[in-house]
Every structure is written in structure tokens, then in C-alpha cells.
T-cell receptor, first 113, second 110 residues
């Protein structure tokens, strides 16, 4: 089955710790995205990658980092510099960048204690 | 600025029809998307409009008027499983410039 997977579903971390969220896709999509979803707000773009070994900052990149060493994988690290890390994180992918639909993974709910 | 506005909550009865509106103001326009999202789950793609008019897909239809910056999602023959949030999103230029509304939480009652 083709799709996007994110792990884990729920993640708890202590304040001051870095944490890495996994995102894998087997759709052969070139483009991948990370969004953050907070109650009462629309999804906000953190980082995106149009091709392997290249990524760009989105609207709210501060306190986050990513890598894109493989086409299938786009992990997101939430660093201790992120002031309000508790949120629902969604990964998405699309075939291309300008006309294709984005498809989403199941999300990771991160809670920082 | 760029705004996507949609009602926060709506309630409807099983078997009825409901229309969820979305108005937008964006710097560019390259398509409008509707997604369904059940609580704690991934948004799933419902529809895509880039030209004016109505797109029908089974029980769901989506309408777009670019001149008015307006879209609606029409759900017919409502079922209990349609209780979810519905997200309106506008792609201004390309996929890294998508703007999402906060979502409309629809509750379907028996």
C-alpha cells in the first residue's frame, strides 16, 4: 500500500530536549512538507523540500530543523529553541510543487512537559 | 495580508444537506482545496477547484467563484461519519504557498 507514515503517533518530551519526528513516504513523491496544527488555527508551514538534499524554510521555521537525504524520508527535529513546541505535527507530500495535490500523513502529537 | 475564513462550527441532521462556506483573500490563486479531518487524524483530500463552477464527486460537491474569492463545500445525504472538521485551503502560487483556514467542525446529529 502506498502512503505516508509518521511515527510515533504520540510523543512526550521534557522541556529543553530536542526531539525528532519521522516522516516516510512510498508514493515516489518529489516534494515533502511539514506543517504544524494548533487549535483554532489553520495549518502553518514549517519546512518544505522539493527535491533530495534541498529544503527551504516555511512561515514558522524558527526552532526547527530538517534533512532530506533520501527521497522517501523527511525527518523534522524540534529543538529546545522552539518556544511553544506542543502541537500536532503533520507531514505531507506531493508529486510536484505547483499543481499537484498534497497528501497528508497521520500526524504526531508532541507534548512537551 | 492573506486570509482564509470559514465558520468555526456547524451542526446538521443525518440525511440532510449542509453547505460550508469559505472566503479568501490571497496574493495569488492557483487552486482551492477542501480536506476532511477527523479529530487527531490526517486531513484527507476531498476536492480541488481551479476554474469557476461546481465540481461534483458523489455526495460531495465544491463550488468556486474566483471573482468573489468564495467557495463552498456541499455535503448531501449526511451520515454520522461525516462529523469532522473541513479545511479550506488556497494555493497562492505553488504548494509551498498554501494557506489553510482554521477549519469548520461539523457535527451530524441523528
Amino acid at each position: 500500500d502506498g502512503g505516508i507514515t509518521q511515527s510515533p503517533k504520540y510523543l512526550f518530551r521534557k522541556e529543553g530536549q530536542n526531539v525528532t519526528l519521522s516522516c516516510e513516504q512510498n508514493l515516489n513523491h518529489d516534494a515533502m512538507y511539514w506543517y504544524r496544527q494548533d487549535p483554532g488555527q489553520g495549518l502553518r508551514l514549517i519546512y518544505y523540500s522539493q527535491i533530495v538534499n534541498d529544503f527551504q524554510k516555511g512561515d514558522i521555521a524558527e526552532g526547527y530543523s530538517v534533512s532530506r537525504e533520501k527521497k522517501e524520508s523527511f525527518p523534522l527535529t524540534v529543538t529546545s529553541a522552539q518556544k511553544n513546541p506542543t502541537a500536532f505535527y503533520l507531514c505531507a507530500s506531493s508529486r510536484g510543487d505547483d499543481t499537484d495535490t498534497q497528501y497528508f500523513g497521520p500526524g504526531t502529537r508532541l507534548t512537551v512537559l | 495580508g492573506q486570509n482564509i475564513d470559514q465558520p468555526t462550527e456547524m451542526t446538521a441532521t443525518e440525511g440532510a444537506i449542509v453547505q460550508i462556506n469559505c472566503t479568501y483573500q490571497t496574493s495569488g490563486f492557483n487552486g482551492l482545496f477542501w480536506y476532511q479531518q477527523h479529530a487527531g487524524e490526517a486531513p484527507t483530500f476531498l476536492s480541488y477547484n481551479v476554474l469557476d463552477g461546481l465540481e461534483e464527486k458523489g455526495r460531495f460537491s465544491s463550488f468556486l467563484s474566483r471573482s468573489k474569492g468564495y467557495s463552498y463545500l456541499l455535503l448531501k445525504e449526511l451520515q454520522m461519519k461525516d462529523s469532522a472538521s473541513y479545511l479550506c485551503a488556497v494555493r497562492a502560487y505553488n504548494n509551498n504557498d498554501m494557506r489553510f483556514g482554521a477549519g469548520t467542525r461539523l457535527t451530524v446529529k441523528p
